[in-house]
């Protein structure tokens, strides 16, 4: 059986998965390792990472293989053009060293724009010519299909919607320090900093340590009115921003993606009535406009879960 294999390289770890030829979208086998791409060298780890694929595969040849980078792309996608979180891939021509070592060719790509083709071609964007994907997390990201072709502007991505300003007023900086931004005030830090402020730091509940994930599953089990809250406040402002982002790439669909969006009915409800209060009715219009039917914007949830990358790295062009 022939194989292609994804590579999904993130901050903290790096997934690895086999790709079946002939069942698109099935992951005949996978293994995790951490990523150790802290330092200067990247060999190494690239070493290691082409060992573990032929382990998975037992022989059998590889025919082509993906990579997807937590980072930005350089412009002949052949790497990463700034990794924040993996330093030792900046200008490392990662392209060149795993085709070289697997002996087939290699395609390189940002990780959400991997995420938005797997839910493009196999997940909750099938069906749709134009689909928006966003990515709350520690961080934002987004994504955009268009025919099943990604969009992109500069640095392998289609913009760097993180650093929307959602809030002028607001005192909240994101990593680059521009405060009221997407991603200060849809990030997991900002879940953090809601639920510290509305429990109080000496709460017994939390003993003064709240870990976003923690406010995330309590949200999405309903019992906990407190994590219910600040969800709900997060889901506004990612309703804002897909408003905001919306008249720009007029998406038919848009998925929500990664952790924060495991946080059920209370988030999905909050970004769907933002949404529909800002921009429903204009974008429901464009749609009668097109296709002669008034269809509001399907805002749902990312079908396939953290293994989308493996999948969506091997797709594309």
Same mark, same amino acid.
């Given at each position: ?34 990523? =150790? ?88 964007? =099938? ?69 510290? =402020? ?53 998406? =038919? ?65």
């Amino acid at each position: 059986m022939n194989y292609a294999v994804g590579i999904d390289i993130g901050a903290s770890n790096t997934k690895i998965g086999l790709v079946t030829r002939d069942r698109p979208g099935h992951i005949a086998a996978q293994r995790t390792l951490p990523t =150790q791409l802290d330092g200067s060298q990247a060999e190494p780890f690239v070493d290691d990472i082409v060992g573990v694929v032929r382990q998975l595969a037992e022989g059998a040849p590889i025919v082509r293989a993906g990579v997807s980078l937590c980072s930005l792309i350089n412009a002949d996608h052949t790497g990463a053009f700034l990794s924040v979180n993996a330093p030792a891939l900046n200008h490392f021509n990662i392209k060149a060293a795993c085709e070289a070592r697997l002996g087939c060719p290699v395609q390189v790509m940002n990780d959400v724009n991997a995420y938005a083709l797997a839910e493009y071609y196999h997940g909750a964007g =099938q069906g749709v010519e134009r689909l928006l994907v966003i990515a709350p997390g520690t961080g934002l990201a987004i994504a955009c299909i268009n025919a099943g072709r990604l969009l992109e502007t500069w640095a392998g991505v289609c913009a760097d919607a993180a650093r929307i300003i959602l809030d002028p007023a607001s005192d909240v900086a994101c990593n680059a320090g521009v405060r009221g931004t997407a991603e200060a005030l849809c990030g997991t830090a900002h879940i953090v900093r809601l639920a510290q =402020q509305r429990y109080g730091r000496d709460n017994p509940r939390w003993r003064g340590d709240v870990a976003a994930r923690d406010v995330i599953t309590a949200s999405r089990n309903g019992a906990d009115p407190i994590a219910v809250a600040v969800m709900a406040e997060i889901g506004e402002y990612i309703g804002h921003l897909a408003a905001i982002l919306s008249p720009i790439f007029f998406p =038919q669909r848009i998925v929500i993606t990664g952790g924060t969006s495991e946080a059920g009915d209370v988030l999905f409800t909050a970004i769907r009535n933002r949404y529909a209060t800002l921009i429903g009715d204009y974008m429901a219009n464009l749609a009668l406009l097109e296709t002669g039917i008034r269809r509001p914007v399907e805002i749902v949830k990312g079908a396939l879960g953290p293994e989308a990358a493996i999948l969506g790295s091997v797709l594309g062009e």
